[in-house]
């Protein structure tokens, strides 16, 4: 084998990430795993899991800590690091909202948010999130009147929900659960963060009795039959 194409052969290994950091003092060694968890969370377009992170760092290495450590560093800053989805994420303090908005607001930053969710999208999603999995005849009945298919299409076409497995009911139609998309776009680590439905009725924030009685606004009709087929 000639030197070019040992060369070659070389380089085409993967490279072995020293982790533990065994020849740095302590302090060193605690910097540098901050800063590879950091730089990895910050170059990923999504939120980064602890499985993911753990490839960076030494076993000894508490993650949950690393991160309160970032925060504290972050504390002054516009951005702060936050856990969304099973992982975690750079995200804009939401006091600098605003101020986002007036920047890219303009007509080249145009159409780059996504699409509001209508009143009646938003109380179907809602009702997805906390009875989930629901089929869409079920959502039907519990608000009193049909829900579209095309109000579940413009959800899923954002990935707020996906399909869930089919219902036992006749016919074996689908369920419908959130997504991963619905956790990050709405700040949540789980669904167990969700506010706690019958605090919402208790803050006047929600009315279960408006719901099942139809106090919605019009816009949920227009569907077609009862089954529905997963889409992916």
């Known amino acids: 084998m000639s030197e070019a194409s040992a060369r070659r052969k070389a380089n085409d290994q993967p490279v072995l990430l020293d982790t533990e950091l065994e020849h740095l003092p302590a302090e060193l060694r605690w910097r540098e795993w901050m800063g ?32 309160d450590d970032i925060r504290a560093e972050l ?19 939401r006091a600098f909202a605003d101020v986002i908005r007036g ?19 938003s109380l179907v999603l809602m009702c997805i999130a906390y009875l989930q999995p629901i089929t869409r005849g079920e959502l039907s009945s519990f608000f009193g009147k049909e829900v579209s298919r095309d109000l579940i299409s413009v959800l ?3 990935e707020l929900i ?7 009911q006749p016919g074996a139609p689908y369920t419908y659960v959130t997504t991963k ?3 990050s776009q709405f700040g949540l680590d789980t669904l167990r963060q969700l506010p706690d439905f019958e605090a919402l009725e208790d ?18 009709t227009n569907g077609e039959g009862e089954d529905d087929v997963a889409e992916d």
């Open 162 to 168: 996906a399909s869930g497995p089919r219902s036992p």
């Open 36 to 67: 590879r968890v950091e730089a990895v969370i910050f170059a990923a377009s999504e939120p980064v899991s602890r499985e993911v992170l753990a490839r960076v760092v030494g076993k000894i290495c508490n993650l949950d800590l690393v991160i």
């Open 203 to 220: 803050a006047g924030l929600l009315s279960k009795e408006k719901l099942l009685v139809g106090g919605i606004p019009a816009g949920l």
């Open 181 to 183: 998309t619905f956790l």
């Open 75 to 93: 504390a002054g800053r516009p951005y702060e690091l936050v856990a969304v989805a099973g992982g975690w994420q750079h995200r804009t303090k």
């Open 103 to 121: 920047a890219f607001d303009t007509a080249a930053g145009q159409g780059a948010e996504a699409k509001e969710l209508s009143q009646s999208e």
């Open 156 to 158: 899923r076409a954002q």
